[in-house]
């Protein structure tokens, strides 16, 4: 390697200007990581190399494939450095090696591969032993976030593409829930005195993404309290009192979720506890974050502990949040009243223009549901994604646009109908979505 590589001559200014890193986060590196690791001029200054330079660039480089910075640190001493923990003979431009890293980023593509083949064929020991091959490699977490979650994000498409079967999907979910929850009790104690309350909230049943926060945030060392999925507000309440917590999180991956978790976090708040939150529905609606009072955690799950570690159970300022459950209170109580005879009407439309039984029941319910949310969330415009996926999940399932068009527009006559309210916010809006571009 050419000694000029690894002369310090840069400042931090310099580094930052070559890798867009800010000054307090080359210090975090530093500290926590021991990469990059400048020298120090006479005067105490920071001073780095190109080393340190192609090194965080490197390691940027990770994290753009979806690597935490944890495990991208993993990564690079894995690949650079030798059994005595002494950089290797490489290129100053880190190139040498990276190959290695693409062989390992395959190597782990291939035993997600082999695990959805194993779940697509019910193989219970096929698909356990992959994953103990899997982590005898590689760290857990990235066992946990390449094969699992997005083996099962993988089998959940398709599903959604009528690919697979929903005892497909059920078998791949039961199979990545054991799995992470023997990953979790294999870890050591807690060895901080943080406490932190992971849950979903009311009408939330996916609990994968609150198991991988559990995972993530054990191996930090937090005390994490897991209650699962589905908890109702006054469940939430009473285990908050009992348990002496400094932090609760919650996970909401569709709008139903987000309307319950919103009156959930309100209440956990006014006692004085701060929450903190994320999930896909606030990917899909940015501005829907706003909305929950709480702390939002980003979008990228794997940053979630370093979410958390810069709230550093500091006494937080509330985020109370702009939610308000008045603005549709009407109508959202007459819907609410009338429910199971909107429901039951829906069904029959449906299977009468020729829908399975059991998709003309998830459509249906799942319409209703996203109704009510955006009506208790107090703006309409949230049903969109929604309704774009009930649109894409019926022409998978044979029924064509046209046909769910023509449905919407007869949900809007019927829920006008039922209302009994001429001015019905509901029913004009799904009119009008009928004619959007974003209907069609």
């Known amino acids: 390697m050419d000694i000029n590589t690894h002369t310090p001559i840069f400042n931090m200014n310099i580094v930052m200007l070559e890798t867009g890193l800010s000054a307090d986060a080359l210090r975090v590196w530093e500290k926590r990581y021991g990469l990059p690791s400048p020298q120090r001029s006479s005067g105490g200054h920071r001073l780095y190399s190109e080393h340190d330079i192609q090194v965080i660039k490197w390691l940027q480089a990770k994290m753009k494939e979806g690597f935490s910075i944890s495990l991208a640190v993993k990564m690079w001493k894995i690949n650079f450095l030798d059994k005595n923990g002494q950089l290797k003979d490489i290129h100053p431009g880190l190139s040498a090696n990276l190959d290695a890293a693409n062989n390992e980023s395959g190597q782990i ?21 992959i994953v103990n091959q899997a982590v005898s490699i590689f760290p857990i977490e990235m066992v946990a976030q390449k094969v699992i979650q997005q083996g099962l994000a993988e089998i959940g498409q398709l599903w959604f593409e009528n690919k697979a079967t929903p005892q497909q999907e059920h078998f791949a979910s039961a199979q990545a829930e054991r799995r992470l929850n023997m990953l979790i009790s294999g870890l050591p104690n807690p060895s901080r005195h943080e406490t932190i309350l992971i849950g979903c909230p009311a009408g939330e049943n996916h609990t994968f993404p609150l198991l991988m926060i559990n995972l993530l945030l054990r191996q930090r ?27 609760v999180i919650f996970g909401a991956q569709r709008l139903v979720s987000a309307a319950t978790l919103a009156h959930t976090a309100q209440m956990i708040q006014s006692q004085g506890t701060p929450v903190a939150f994320g999930g896909l529905i606030f990917n899909q609606i940015p501005e829907l974050a706003s909305k929950i009072p709480g702390i939002f955690l980003g979008n990228d799950l794997s940053r979630v502990p370093e979410a958390v570690e810069r709230m550093a159970f500091v006494r937080m300022r509330l985020n109370p949040g702009s939610f308000s459950e008045d603005k549709f209170s009407e109508i959202f109580s007459l819907i609410k009243m009338k429910r199971s005879v909107l429901e039951y009407v829906m069904n029959l439309y449906l299977t009468g223009i020729g829908l399975m039984e059991e998709y003309a029941h998830e459509i249906s319910t799942q319409l209703l549901d996203t109704i009510q949310a955006a009506l208790m969330l107090g703006d309409l415009e949230y049903m969109q994604p929604d309704l774009r996926w009930a649109k894409s999940l019926s022409k998978n399932r044979g029924f064509s646009e046209n046909r769910y068009l023509d449905f919407i527009k007869n949900v809007a006559e019927m829920i006008k109908r039922e209302s009994g ?20």
């Open 109 to 129: 593509d291939h035993y997600r591969n082999v695990w959805l083949k194993a779940c697509m064929d019910f193989d219970v020991i096929g698909s356990e032993n």
């Open 421 to 440: 309210l001429n001015n019905n916010v509901v029913s004009a809006w799904l009119s009008n979505y009928i004619d959007t571009p974003e209907a069609h």
């Open 221 to 247: 060392g937090f005390n994490v309290v897991y209650l699962g999925a589905n908890v109702p507000a006054d469940q939430l309440k009473a285990t908050h009192s009992r348990t002496g917590i400094q932090l």
